[in-house]
């Protein structure tokens, strides 16, 4: 079947830090892959995206390489800031007969100044 | 346009009551998608519209939940005989479900949902 899975939060980080946040997939087609962040009182909204192998999905310092060997899609910045504080959740949508967004259980990310 | 909205945005309702949730997506998508997040918890899908085929309800906890979505349009959750377990965010998202790839979901605020 269709599944992500994410690495478990709370993650930690002082400023400046680097991030990776791990997202491993299983998918009965070829995926599109997806992260959303949802910051603290506000709804998802989509962070970056990659649609085919090797692709690099990038938006505000973050980004996500879709590998196909490996199926995964880790997010990584090179230096956080405390505004980047958030849940992050890893998505996937494989186009069969459902067309449906799989979605990991998210990654809560603190940033301390 | 408008981005997709839910009303009401909380609701606090008392255990056995029923409750009516209301998703109003971007206009011309086709594709309905609810969810439920629990409190520090990920998304649950709950059910899934297409166009007019018939929706995708694997998700639903039980059979005190139920949906529509009329006119391809306007989406309304109905939780019935509400249980304190009930209390969630319910989230809403739409896309264009034009079936490509990369296509995005845009989500809703949420309706925060309190079962006293």
């Known amino acids: 079947g269709n599944s992500v899975t994410q690495m478990e939060g709370p993650v930690t980080l002082s400023e400046e830090a680097f991030l990776t946040i791990n997202c491993t997939y299983t998918?009965?087609?070829?995926?599109?892959l997806f992260w959303y962040v949802q910051y603290p009182g506000e709804g998802l909204q989509l962070l970056l995206k990659a649609t085919k192998a090797d692709d690099k999905g990038s938006n505000k310092g973050f980004e996500a390489t879709y590998r196909k060997e490996t199926t995964s899609f880790h997010l990584e910045k090179g230096s956080v800031q405390v505004s980047d504080s958030a849940v992050y959740f890893c998505a996937l949508r494989v186009l069969d007969n459902f067309n449906k967004f799989y979605f990991g259980s998210g990654t809560k990310l603190n940033v301390k100044p | 346009g408008a981005g997709v909205s839910q009303s009401p945005s909380n609701k606090v309702t008392e255990k056995g009551k029923d409750v009516e949730l209301r998703c109003d997506p971007i206009?011309?998508?086709?594709?309905l998608y609810w969810y439920r997040q629990s409190l520090g918890q990920g998304l649950e899908f709950l059910i899934y519209?297409?166009?007019?085929?018939?929706?995708?309800k694997s998700g639903l906890p039980s059979d005190r939940f139920s949906a529509e979505r009329t006119g391809g349009s306007v989406s309304t959750l109905t939780i019935q005989r509400t249980q304190q377990e009930d209390s969630a965010v319910y989230l809403c998202?739409?896309?264009?479900?034009?079936?490509?790839?990369?296509?995005?979901?845009?989500f809703g605020p949420g309706t925060r949902l309190l079962v006293l």
């Open positions: 206009s011309g998508h086709t594709a």
């Open positions: 519209f297409q166009g007019n085929s018939a929706p995708d």
């Open positions: 998202a739409s896309s264009p479900g034009l079936a490509v790839t990369g296509e995005t979901q845009y």
């Open positions: 998918a009965t087609g070829y995926p599109s």
